[in-house]
Protein backbone atom coordinates (compact mmCIF):
# COMPACT_ATOMS: atom_id res chain seq x y z
CA UNK A 1 0.00 0.00 0.00
CA UNK A 2 3.03 2.11 0.40
CA UNK A 3 4.06 1.98 -2.96
CA UNK A 4 0.56 2.57 -4.48
CA UNK A 5 0.27 5.90 -2.00
CA UNK A 6 4.13 7.09 -3.08
CA UNK A 7 2.74 5.98 -6.79
CA UNK A 8 -0.43 8.85 -6.34
CA UNK A 9 1.48 10.95 -4.47
CA UNK A 10 3.24 11.07 -8.22
CA UNK A 11 0.62 11.45 -10.12
CA UNK A 12 -0.82 14.64 -7.76
CA UNK A 13 2.58 16.33 -8.47
CA UNK A 14 2.65 15.45 -12.08
CA UNK A 15 -0.39 16.60 -13.19
CA UNK A 16 -0.29 20.56 -10.55
CA UNK A 17 3.16 20.72 -12.36
CA UNK A 18 1.81 19.99 -15.86
CA UNK A 19 -1.30 22.60 -14.86
CA UNK A 20 1.02 25.49 -13.59
CA UNK A 21 0.07 29.07 -15.11
CA UNK A 22 1.80 31.88 -13.78
CA UNK A 23 -0.43 34.29 -11.45
CA UNK A 24 -2.92 37.18 -13.95
CA UNK A 25 -4.36 40.12 -11.84
CA UNK A 26 -8.09 39.71 -11.73
CA UNK A 27 -8.22 43.50 -11.61
CA UNK A 28 -6.87 46.95 -11.95
CA UNK A 29 -3.26 46.72 -10.49
CA UNK A 30 -0.36 49.41 -9.89
CA UNK A 31 2.26 47.40 -10.49
CA UNK A 32 2.34 43.57 -11.08
CA UNK A 33 4.97 41.06 -11.37
CA UNK A 34 5.62 37.20 -11.87
CA UNK A 35 9.14 37.09 -12.98
CA UNK A 36 8.29 34.41 -15.64
CA UNK A 37 10.31 36.33 -19.09
CA UNK A 38 13.52 36.70 -18.95
CA UNK A 39 13.12 39.43 -21.91
CA UNK A 40 10.06 41.08 -19.67
CA UNK A 41 12.39 41.41 -16.49
CA UNK A 42 15.69 42.33 -18.11
CA UNK A 43 13.99 45.17 -19.90
CA UNK A 44 11.88 46.21 -17.24
CA UNK A 45 14.53 45.73 -13.61
CA UNK A 46 17.36 48.41 -13.73
CA UNK A 47 21.07 46.83 -11.34
CA UNK A 48 22.13 49.52 -9.45
CA UNK A 49 25.33 51.22 -10.88
CA UNK A 50 26.01 53.51 -7.79
CA UNK A 51 27.96 53.20 -4.74
CA UNK A 52 27.15 53.47 -0.90
CA UNK A 53 28.16 56.76 0.52
CA UNK A 54 30.37 56.19 3.99
CA UNK A 55 31.38 53.12 2.75
CA UNK A 56 34.82 51.75 1.95
CA UNK A 57 35.58 51.81 -1.67
CA UNK A 58 36.01 47.94 -1.73
CA UNK A 59 32.52 47.65 -0.71
CA UNK A 60 30.93 50.06 -1.73
CA UNK A 61 29.98 49.06 -5.39
CA UNK A 62 26.22 47.02 -5.48
CA UNK A 63 27.81 44.17 -7.12
CA UNK A 64 25.90 41.59 -6.09
CA UNK A 65 23.90 39.83 -8.87
CA UNK A 66 20.65 38.80 -9.71
CA UNK A 67 19.21 36.29 -12.21
CA UNK A 68 16.16 34.70 -12.68
CA UNK A 69 15.67 31.05 -11.68
CA UNK A 70 13.83 28.14 -10.65
CA UNK A 71 13.46 27.63 -6.98
CA UNK A 72 16.92 24.53 -6.39
CA UNK A 73 13.98 22.41 -5.12
CA UNK A 74 11.71 22.92 -7.82
CA UNK A 75 8.12 22.49 -5.95
CA UNK A 76 6.61 23.85 -8.82
CA UNK A 77 8.11 23.12 -12.52
CA UNK A 78 8.46 25.95 -14.74
CA UNK A 79 7.80 28.48 -12.28
CA UNK A 80 10.77 30.93 -11.50
CA UNK A 81 11.65 33.90 -9.40
CA UNK A 82 14.72 36.83 -9.08
CA UNK A 83 17.01 35.30 -6.99
CA UNK A 84 19.75 37.54 -5.42
CA UNK A 85 22.72 34.91 -5.98
CA UNK A 86 25.96 36.66 -3.96
CA UNK A 87 26.29 36.38 -0.31
CA UNK A 88 28.31 39.15 1.70
CA UNK A 89 27.96 42.05 -0.96
CA UNK A 90 25.46 44.61 -1.17
CA UNK A 91 22.54 44.28 -3.93
CA UNK A 92 20.28 47.22 -5.82
CA UNK A 93 17.91 46.55 -8.25
CA UNK A 94 14.63 48.54 -8.78
CA UNK A 95 11.93 49.62 -11.40
CA UNK A 96 9.29 51.83 -11.51
CA UNK A 97 5.70 51.42 -11.41
CA UNK A 98 3.14 50.97 -13.55
CA UNK A 99 1.25 53.93 -13.06
CA UNK A 100 1.83 55.65 -9.16
CA UNK A 101 0.21 54.90 -6.31
CA UNK A 102 -1.53 58.19 -5.00
CA UNK A 103 -2.94 57.72 -1.29
CA UNK A 104 -6.92 59.12 -1.29
CA UNK A 105 -9.70 57.15 -0.47
CA UNK A 106 -9.21 52.93 -1.57
CA UNK A 107 -6.56 51.23 0.45
CA UNK A 108 -2.96 49.95 -0.33
CA UNK A 109 -2.03 46.59 -0.56
CA UNK A 110 1.33 45.46 -1.15
CA UNK A 111 2.10 41.54 -1.63
CA UNK A 112 5.31 39.43 -2.81
CA UNK A 113 6.51 36.16 -1.82
CA UNK A 114 9.90 34.85 -0.67
CA UNK A 115 11.88 32.16 0.22
CA UNK A 116 15.32 31.82 1.57
CA UNK A 117 16.09 28.78 -0.57
CA UNK A 118 19.35 28.04 2.05
CA UNK A 119 17.58 29.18 5.52
CA UNK A 120 18.23 32.60 6.64
CA UNK A 121 21.92 33.30 8.76
CA UNK A 122 21.96 36.79 8.58
CA UNK A 123 20.12 39.79 6.06
CA UNK A 124 16.91 41.27 5.09
CA UNK A 125 14.41 40.20 2.89
CA UNK A 126 12.07 43.39 2.76
CA UNK A 127 10.91 45.87 -0.54
CA UNK A 128 11.17 49.44 -0.73
CA UNK A 129 8.33 51.66 -2.07
CA UNK A 130 10.10 54.30 -3.47
CA UNK A 131 8.59 58.05 -3.12
CA UNK A 132 7.31 59.32 -7.03
CA UNK A 133 9.56 61.67 -8.34
CA UNK A 134 10.74 62.72 -11.83
CA UNK A 135 14.91 62.41 -10.76
CA UNK A 136 13.99 58.75 -9.69
CA UNK A 137 17.10 56.85 -12.05
CA UNK A 138 16.52 53.23 -11.50
CA UNK A 139 20.80 52.74 -12.49
CA UNK A 140 21.49 55.42 -9.44
CA UNK A 141 19.37 53.52 -6.70
CA UNK A 142 20.99 53.63 -3.59
CA UNK A 143 19.90 53.26 0.37
CA UNK A 144 19.83 56.59 0.32
CA UNK A 145 16.96 56.80 -1.82
CA UNK A 146 13.89 58.12 -0.86
CA UNK A 147 11.33 55.85 -0.26
CA UNK A 148 7.60 55.86 1.40
CA UNK A 149 7.62 52.24 2.57
CA UNK A 150 9.64 50.02 3.72
CA UNK A 151 8.47 46.30 4.41
CA UNK A 152 9.40 42.55 4.79
CA UNK A 153 11.45 40.25 7.51
CA UNK A 154 14.91 41.27 8.59
CA UNK A 155 16.74 38.41 10.38
CA UNK A 156 20.23 38.00 11.81
CA UNK A 157 21.33 35.47 14.76
CA UNK A 158 18.18 34.89 17.23
CA UNK A 159 16.58 38.51 16.02
CA UNK A 160 13.86 38.00 14.03
CA UNK A 161 11.63 40.95 13.00
CA UNK A 162 9.10 41.91 10.20
CA UNK A 163 9.66 45.83 9.04
CA UNK A 164 6.85 48.25 8.59
CA UNK A 165 8.39 51.68 8.53
CA UNK A 166 6.69 54.68 6.42
CA UNK A 167 8.50 57.98 6.14
CA UNK A 168 6.00 60.92 7.33
CA UNK A 169 6.34 64.23 6.15
CA UNK A 170 4.58 66.42 9.07
CA UNK A 171 2.64 69.76 8.51
CA UNK A 172 6.10 71.51 8.88
CA UNK A 173 7.47 69.79 6.11
CA UNK A 174 10.10 67.82 8.55
CA UNK A 175 10.11 64.48 7.64
CA UNK A 176 10.90 61.41 10.08
CA UNK A 177 10.75 57.32 9.71
CA UNK A 178 7.94 55.79 12.15
CA UNK A 179 8.91 52.30 13.01
CA UNK A 180 5.88 49.96 14.19
CA UNK A 181 6.25 48.00 16.84
CA UNK A 182 7.04 44.61 17.05
CA UNK A 183 4.50 42.02 17.45
CA UNK A 184 5.25 39.82 20.80
CA UNK A 185 4.53 36.78 18.21
CA UNK A 186 6.39 37.84 15.35
CA UNK A 187 7.08 34.68 13.13
CA UNK A 188 10.79 33.69 12.16
CA UNK A 189 10.22 33.61 8.52
CA UNK A 190 13.61 31.70 8.01
CA UNK A 191 13.11 28.86 6.65
CA UNK A 192 13.08 27.26 3.09
CA UNK A 193 9.49 27.60 2.61
CA UNK A 194 7.79 29.71 -0.02
CA UNK A 195 6.26 32.55 2.49
CA UNK A 196 3.66 35.03 1.57
CA UNK A 197 4.07 38.37 2.97
CA UNK A 198 1.02 41.15 2.67
CA UNK A 199 0.80 44.55 4.28
CA UNK A 200 -2.51 46.66 3.95
CA UNK A 201 -3.13 50.24 4.73
CA UNK A 202 -6.37 51.39 4.72
CA UNK A 203 -7.57 55.02 4.95
CA UNK A 204 -8.93 54.93 8.34
CA UNK A 205 -5.23 54.65 9.38
CA UNK A 206 -5.78 51.29 9.89
CA UNK A 207 -3.54 48.51 9.18
CA UNK A 208 -2.71 44.48 8.44
CA UNK A 209 0.58 42.93 8.40
CA UNK A 210 -0.09 39.03 7.09
CA UNK A 211 2.47 36.34 6.63
CA UNK A 212 1.06 33.02 4.88
CA UNK A 213 -2.51 34.72 5.07
CA UNK A 214 -2.28 35.26 8.96
CA UNK A 215 -2.02 38.93 10.61
CA UNK A 216 0.56 38.92 12.79
CA UNK A 217 0.05 42.28 13.74
CA UNK A 218 -2.57 44.95 13.04
CA UNK A 219 -3.09 48.47 15.08
CA UNK A 220 -3.07 51.89 14.04
CA UNK A 221 -0.80 54.66 12.37
CA UNK A 222 -1.25 56.69 15.16
CA UNK A 223 -0.77 54.23 18.12
CA UNK A 224 1.25 52.05 17.16
CA UNK A 225 4.37 53.14 15.98
CA UNK A 226 7.58 54.58 17.63
CA UNK A 227 8.10 57.71 17.13
CA UNK A 228 4.41 58.62 17.67
CA UNK A 229 3.23 60.46 14.45
CA UNK A 230 1.64 63.49 16.60
CA UNK A 231 4.18 65.24 18.95
CA UNK A 232 3.34 65.49 22.31
CA UNK A 233 0.95 68.74 23.34
CA UNK A 234 3.60 70.07 25.52
CA UNK A 235 6.90 69.33 26.73
CA UNK A 236 9.75 69.53 30.07
CA UNK A 237 10.47 73.05 29.99
CA UNK A 238 14.50 72.71 28.89
CA UNK A 239 15.50 75.99 30.62
CA UNK A 240 14.03 75.58 34.10
CA UNK A 241 16.66 73.40 36.73
CA UNK A 242 16.43 72.02 39.66
CA UNK A 243 16.47 73.89 43.03
CA UNK A 244 19.78 73.64 44.93
CA UNK A 245 17.67 72.98 48.30
CA UNK A 246 15.24 70.82 46.89
CA UNK A 247 15.59 67.05 48.72
CA UNK A 248 14.69 64.22 46.85
CA UNK A 249 16.04 61.44 48.89
CA UNK A 250 13.99 59.14 50.27
CA UNK A 251 16.16 57.75 53.08
CA UNK A 252 19.02 59.57 55.33
CA UNK A 253 21.84 58.59 57.49
CA UNK A 254 20.32 58.21 60.95
CA UNK A 255 22.19 61.71 62.23
CA UNK A 256 22.21 60.54 66.08
CA UNK A 257 23.37 57.41 65.91
CA UNK A 258 27.25 56.87 66.89
CA UNK A 259 29.60 53.99 66.39
CA UNK A 260 29.70 51.32 69.24
CA UNK A 261 32.85 51.89 71.63
CA UNK A 262 34.01 48.05 70.58
CA UNK A 263 33.64 48.32 66.96
CA UNK A 264 36.79 48.27 65.36
CA UNK A 265 37.17 49.29 62.00
CA UNK A 266 41.15 48.31 61.50
CA UNK A 267 40.08 44.82 62.18
CA UNK A 268 41.39 42.54 59.30
CA UNK A 269 38.79 40.13 57.28
CA UNK A 270 41.34 37.68 57.52
CA UNK A 271 43.91 36.33 60.39
CA UNK A 272 46.78 33.43 60.33
CA UNK A 273 45.17 30.13 62.34
CA UNK A 274 47.74 29.77 65.52
CA UNK A 275 46.47 26.95 66.12
CA UNK A 276 47.83 24.88 62.71
CA UNK A 277 50.00 22.31 63.08
CA UNK A 278 52.43 21.26 60.32
CA UNK A 279 52.15 17.73 59.18
CA UNK A 280 54.74 15.45 59.70
CA UNK A 281 55.87 14.48 56.22
CA UNK A 282 56.46 17.70 54.82
CA UNK A 283 59.11 18.52 53.16
CA UNK A 284 60.91 21.85 54.11
CA UNK A 285 63.64 21.01 51.71
CA UNK A 286 62.07 19.95 48.61
CA UNK A 287 61.08 22.78 46.12
CA UNK A 288 57.08 22.56 44.70
CA UNK A 289 59.04 22.46 40.60
CA UNK A 290 61.98 20.91 39.69
CA UNK A 291 63.78 20.87 36.13
CA UNK A 292 62.13 18.27 33.92
CA UNK A 293 64.56 15.48 33.66
CA UNK A 294 63.04 14.05 30.59
CA UNK A 295 63.69 17.71 28.81
CA UNK A 296 65.95 18.01 25.81
CA UNK A 297 67.60 20.70 24.15
CA UNK A 298 66.51 21.58 20.95
CA UNK A 299 68.73 20.91 18.00
CA UNK A 300 68.32 24.47 16.98
CA UNK A 301 69.03 26.13 20.19
CA UNK A 302 71.54 28.75 19.87
CA UNK A 303 73.02 30.15 22.98
CA UNK A 304 73.87 33.49 22.04
CA UNK A 305 70.52 34.45 20.20
CA UNK A 306 68.74 32.22 22.75
CA UNK A 307 70.56 32.59 26.00
CA UNK A 308 71.74 29.72 28.65
CA UNK A 309 69.08 26.40 27.66
CA UNK A 310 67.31 25.59 30.64
CA UNK A 311 65.06 22.69 30.73
CA UNK A 312 61.41 23.78 31.78
CA UNK A 313 60.04 23.38 35.39
CA UNK A 314 57.49 20.59 36.20
CA UNK A 315 55.84 19.52 39.46
CA UNK A 316 58.01 17.99 41.87
CA UNK A 317 56.98 13.77 42.16
CA UNK A 318 58.13 13.95 45.70
CA UNK A 319 55.74 16.18 46.65
CA UNK A 320 52.52 14.10 45.00
CA UNK A 321 52.10 11.99 47.92
CA UNK A 322 53.27 14.00 50.57
CA UNK A 323 51.27 16.95 52.42
CA UNK A 324 53.22 19.76 50.72
CA UNK A 325 56.46 21.06 49.77
CA UNK A 326 58.83 24.13 50.35
CA UNK A 327 58.47 26.21 53.52
CA UNK A 328 55.35 25.79 55.40
CA UNK A 329 53.27 29.03 56.65
CA UNK A 330 50.09 28.61 58.52
CA UNK A 331 47.40 29.09 56.95
CA UNK A 332 44.39 31.86 56.96
CA UNK A 333 41.39 31.88 58.26
CA UNK A 334 38.44 34.45 58.27
CA UNK A 335 38.92 36.86 61.21
CA UNK A 336 35.47 36.35 63.86
CA UNK A 337 36.17 39.92 65.08
CA UNK A 338 35.94 41.44 62.20
CA UNK A 339 33.02 43.95 61.36
CA UNK A 340 34.23 46.51 58.68
CA UNK A 341 34.28 49.68 58.18
CA UNK A 342 30.95 51.49 60.62
CA UNK A 343 28.17 53.15 58.74
CA UNK A 344 25.12 55.11 60.37
CA UNK A 345 21.51 53.28 59.81
CA UNK A 346 19.27 54.80 57.34
CA UNK A 347 15.97 56.31 58.47
CA UNK A 348 13.13 57.89 56.55
CA UNK A 349 14.45 61.84 55.22
CA UNK A 350 12.28 64.16 57.13
CA UNK A 351 12.77 67.13 54.76
CA UNK A 352 12.20 64.41 51.40
CA UNK A 353 10.26 66.63 48.86
CA UNK A 354 9.60 64.14 46.30
CA UNK A 355 11.27 63.25 42.69
CA UNK A 356 12.34 66.87 40.78
CA UNK A 357 10.41 67.58 37.63
CA UNK A 358 10.59 70.34 34.89
CA UNK A 359 7.74 72.01 34.52
CA UNK A 360 5.50 71.45 31.65
CA UNK A 361 5.43 74.38 28.69
CA UNK A 362 3.15 74.36 25.16
CA UNK A 363 5.39 72.27 22.53
CA UNK A 364 6.47 74.82 19.77
CA UNK A 365 7.01 72.13 17.54
CA UNK A 366 3.55 70.46 17.84
CA UNK A 367 1.00 69.70 15.17
CA UNK A 368 -1.89 67.28 14.51
CA UNK A 369 -1.97 64.92 11.64
CA UNK A 370 -5.02 62.76 12.20
CA UNK A 371 -4.46 61.81 8.52
CA UNK A 372 -1.25 59.89 8.11
CA UNK A 373 -2.80 57.22 5.49
CA UNK A 374 -2.30 60.58 2.96
CA UNK A 375 1.85 59.07 2.91
CA UNK A 376 4.15 60.19 -0.31
CA UNK A 377 2.70 58.69 -3.67
CA UNK A 378 4.73 55.89 -4.34
CA UNK A 379 6.30 55.55 -8.13
CA UNK A 380 8.74 52.93 -7.79
CA UNK A 381 9.52 49.67 -5.93
CA UNK A 382 13.08 48.28 -5.81
CA UNK A 383 15.40 46.01 -3.48
CA UNK A 384 18.09 47.00 -1.67
CA UNK A 385 19.96 44.53 0.73
CA UNK A 386 23.28 43.09 1.83
CA UNK A 387 23.25 39.51 3.61
CA UNK A 388 25.31 36.29 4.89
CA UNK A 389 22.71 34.22 3.27
CA UNK A 390 22.33 33.95 -0.73
CA UNK A 391 19.70 32.78 -3.22
CA UNK A 392 16.81 34.29 -1.70
CA UNK A 393 14.22 34.03 -4.18
CA UNK A 394 11.38 37.06 -4.76
CA UNK A 395 8.44 36.19 -6.75
CA UNK A 396 4.51 37.57 -7.54
CA UNK A 397 4.89 40.89 -6.25
CA UNK A 398 2.03 42.94 -6.35
CA UNK A 399 0.43 46.35 -5.53
CA UNK A 400 -2.94 47.12 -5.48
CA UNK A 401 -5.53 49.17 -4.04
CA UNK A 402 -8.07 46.10 -3.52
CA UNK A 403 -7.56 43.41 -1.54
CA UNK A 404 -9.32 40.60 -3.33
CA UNK A 405 -7.34 41.00 -5.99
CA UNK A 406 -4.54 40.65 -3.98
CA UNK A 407 -6.22 37.60 -2.87
CA UNK A 408 -6.75 36.22 -6.06
CA UNK A 409 -3.35 37.07 -6.98
CA UNK A 410 -2.00 34.36 -3.95
CA UNK A 411 -4.57 32.00 -4.59
CA UNK A 412 -3.07 31.66 -8.24
CA UNK A 413 0.40 31.64 -7.16
CA UNK A 414 1.11 31.04 -3.55
CA UNK A 415 -0.87 28.59 -2.66
CA UNK A 416 0.12 26.55 -5.79
CA UNK A 417 3.71 26.48 -4.09
CA UNK A 418 2.32 26.01 -1.15
CA UNK A 419 0.53 22.97 -1.89
CA UNK A 420 3.69 21.40 -4.11
CA UNK A 421 5.67 22.03 -1.25
CA UNK A 422 3.97 20.73 1.47
CA UNK A 423 2.70 17.32 -0.72
CA UNK A 424 4.68 14.47 0.52
CA UNK A 425 3.91 10.75 1.22
CA UNK A 426 3.62 12.03 5.24
CA UNK A 427 0.51 14.13 4.28
CA UNK A 428 -2.58 13.15 6.27
CA UNK A 429 -4.90 11.16 3.93
CA UNK A 430 -7.54 13.82 4.56
CA UNK A 431 -5.62 16.22 2.72
CA UNK A 432 -4.29 14.11 -0.25
CA UNK A 433 -8.04 12.93 -0.71
CA UNK A 434 -9.36 15.92 -1.41
CA UNK A 435 -6.31 17.21 -3.50
CA UNK A 436 -7.12 14.14 -5.25
CA UNK A 437 -10.87 14.59 -5.75
CA UNK A 438 -10.29 18.44 -6.64
CA UNK A 439 -7.45 17.82 -9.13
CA UNK A 440 -9.51 15.11 -11.19
CA UNK A 441 -12.38 17.66 -11.11
CA UNK A 442 -10.16 19.29 -13.19
CA UNK A 443 -8.27 16.16 -15.21
CA UNK A 444 -10.79 13.95 -15.61
CA UNK A 445 -8.52 11.33 -16.98
CA UNK A 446 -7.00 10.91 -13.09
CA UNK A 447 -10.43 9.10 -12.50
CA UNK A 448 -9.43 5.50 -14.66
CA UNK A 449 -6.26 5.98 -12.62
CA UNK A 450 -8.50 6.00 -9.33
CA UNK A 451 -10.19 3.07 -10.34
CA UNK A 452 -7.55 0.83 -11.40
CA UNK A 453 -6.42 1.45 -8.15
CA UNK A 454 -9.28 1.62 -5.34
CA UNK A 455 -10.65 -1.07 -7.25
CA UNK A 456 -9.03 -3.83 -9.51
CA UNK A 457 -6.07 -3.84 -7.54
CA UNK A 458 -7.19 -4.75 -4.21
CA UNK A 459 -9.87 -7.43 -5.83
CA UNK A 460 -6.19 -9.16 -7.54
CA UNK A 461 -4.64 -8.63 -3.89
CA UNK A 462 -7.60 -10.34 -2.30
CA UNK A 463 -7.81 -13.26 -4.97
CA UNK A 464 -3.98 -14.22 -5.15
CA UNK A 465 -4.01 -14.59 -0.98
CA UNK A 466 -7.31 -16.19 -0.40
CA UNK A 467 -7.71 -18.98 -3.42
CA UNK A 468 -6.56 -22.38 -2.04
CA UNK A 469 -3.12 -23.73 -2.82
CA UNK A 470 -2.47 -27.17 -4.59
CA UNK A 471 -1.13 -30.00 -2.97
CA UNK A 472 1.98 -30.27 -2.20
CA UNK A 473 3.74 -32.81 -5.15
CA UNK A 474 5.88 -35.66 -3.52
CA UNK A 475 9.15 -33.80 -4.55
CA UNK A 476 8.30 -30.63 -2.62
CA UNK A 477 7.40 -32.91 0.79
CA UNK A 478 11.12 -34.69 -0.32
CA UNK A 479 12.89 -31.36 -0.26
CA UNK A 480 11.15 -29.75 2.80
CA UNK A 481 12.09 -33.59 4.60
CA UNK A 482 15.88 -32.67 3.31
CA UNK A 483 15.60 -29.11 4.08
CA UNK A 484 14.26 -29.71 7.58
CA UNK A 485 15.79 -33.43 8.88
CA UNK A 486 12.09 -33.77 9.79
CA UNK A 487 11.45 -37.60 10.43
CA UNK A 488 8.99 -39.78 7.95
CA UNK A 489 5.78 -42.13 8.67
CA UNK A 490 8.71 -44.98 6.23
CA UNK A 491 11.72 -44.34 8.42
CA UNK A 492 12.44 -47.80 9.90
CA UNK A 493 14.97 -48.68 12.24
CA UNK A 494 17.20 -51.57 10.13
CA UNK A 495 18.41 -54.80 12.23
CA UNK A 496 21.74 -53.96 14.04
CA UNK A 497 23.82 -56.99 12.32
CA UNK A 498 23.69 -55.49 8.93
CA UNK A 499 23.74 -51.93 7.13
CA UNK A 500 20.96 -49.98 6.42
CA UNK A 501 20.21 -48.40 3.19
CA UNK A 502 21.77 -44.94 2.74
CA UNK A 503 19.41 -42.02 1.48
CA UNK A 504 22.30 -40.04 0.18
CA UNK A 505 22.40 -38.67 -3.27
CA UNK A 506 24.20 -41.41 -5.23
CA UNK A 507 27.47 -39.15 -5.88
CA UNK A 508 28.26 -39.27 -2.03
CA UNK A 509 27.67 -43.17 -1.79
CA UNK A 510 29.80 -43.60 -4.96
CA UNK A 511 32.57 -41.69 -3.03
CA UNK A 512 32.26 -43.17 0.10
CA UNK A 513 32.55 -46.73 -1.47
CA UNK A 514 35.48 -45.29 -3.12
CA UNK A 515 36.83 -44.37 0.52
CA UNK A 516 35.89 -47.79 1.95
CA UNK A 517 37.44 -49.92 -0.66
CA UNK A 518 40.66 -47.94 -0.56
CA UNK A 519 40.72 -48.07 3.38
CA UNK A 520 40.17 -51.61 3.07
CA UNK A 521 43.10 -52.05 0.66
CA UNK A 522 45.16 -50.39 3.04
CA UNK A 523 44.29 -52.69 6.01
CA UNK A 524 44.49 -55.90 4.78
CA UNK A 525 42.52 -58.85 2.23
CA UNK A 526 40.47 -59.85 5.34
CA UNK A 527 38.84 -56.24 5.55
CA UNK A 528 38.68 -55.79 1.99
CA UNK A 529 36.41 -59.09 1.46
CA UNK A 530 34.77 -57.97 4.34
CA UNK A 531 33.77 -54.39 2.83
CA UNK A 532 33.31 -55.97 -0.68
CA UNK A 533 30.75 -58.12 0.63
CA UNK A 534 28.75 -54.94 2.06
CA UNK A 535 29.03 -53.44 -0.91
CA UNK A 536 26.98 -56.53 -2.53
CA UNK A 537 24.32 -56.30 -0.47
CA UNK A 538 23.74 -52.40 -0.71
CA UNK A 539 23.46 -52.91 -4.44
CA UNK A 540 20.98 -55.67 -3.90
CA UNK A 541 19.07 -53.61 -1.01
CA UNK A 542 15.61 -52.69 -2.33
CA UNK A 543 15.46 -49.41 -4.48
CA UNK A 544 15.18 -45.80 -2.49
CA UNK A 545 12.23 -43.88 -2.15
CA UNK A 546 11.94 -40.87 -4.14
CA UNK A 547 12.18 -38.05 -1.20
CA UNK A 548 15.34 -37.69 0.49
CA UNK A 549 15.08 -38.58 4.08
CA UNK A 550 17.67 -38.30 6.78
CA UNK A 551 17.84 -42.08 7.76
CA UNK A 552 17.37 -43.04 11.52
CA UNK A 553 19.57 -46.35 10.59
CA UNK A 554 23.44 -46.07 10.85
CA UNK A 555 25.28 -44.60 8.22
CA UNK A 556 28.22 -46.22 5.79
CA UNK A 557 30.71 -45.29 7.98
CA UNK A 558 29.73 -46.30 11.00
CA UNK A 559 28.67 -49.79 9.05
CA UNK A 560 32.36 -49.91 8.32
CA UNK A 561 33.93 -49.08 11.95
CA UNK A 562 31.38 -51.77 13.86
CA UNK A 563 32.67 -54.04 10.48
CA UNK A 564 36.37 -53.18 11.51
CA UNK A 565 35.52 -53.58 15.05
CA UNK A 566 34.07 -57.31 14.65
CA UNK A 567 37.01 -58.14 12.68
Known amino acids: MEKIFVFLCCCLLAAKAEDFRAPEPSGPVHFAETFQSQSDWESRWIQSQAKKDDTDEDIAKYDGQWSLEEATAKPVVGDTGLVMKDKAKHHAISTKLDRPFVFGDKPLVVQYEVKMQEGMECGGSYLKLLSESVDFSPAQFTD???????????????????HFIFRHKSPKGVIEEKHMIQASNNPEVKDKNTHLLTLIIRPDNTFSLMVDRKEVKGGSLLEDFDPAVNPPKEIDDPEEKKPEEWDDRKQ????????????????????VDENAVKPSDWLDEEPLYVADPDAERPDDWNDEEDGEYEAPQVSNPKCEKVAGCGEWKRPMITNPNYKGKWQAPMIDNPGYKGVWAPRKIPNPDFFEDLEPFKMTPIGGIGIELWTMSPFQLFDNIIITDDEAVAS????????????????????????????LFELAGEKPWLWVVYVIVVLVLPVVLIVACCLPTKPAQPSDRAAHAKKTDEPQPDDEPAPVDEPAPVDEPETVEEEEVEEEEVTAADSGPDIAEIVAEAAVKEELA??????????????????????????
Not at 545 to 559: E, G, V
Open 144 to 162: KTPYTIMFGPDNCGHSSKI
Open 252 to 271: IPDPEASKPDDWDEDAPPNI
Open 542 to 567: PPKKAALKKSTQPSPRRAKKKVRAET
Open 408 to 435: AFADSGYEVKRGAEHTSVKSTASNFILG
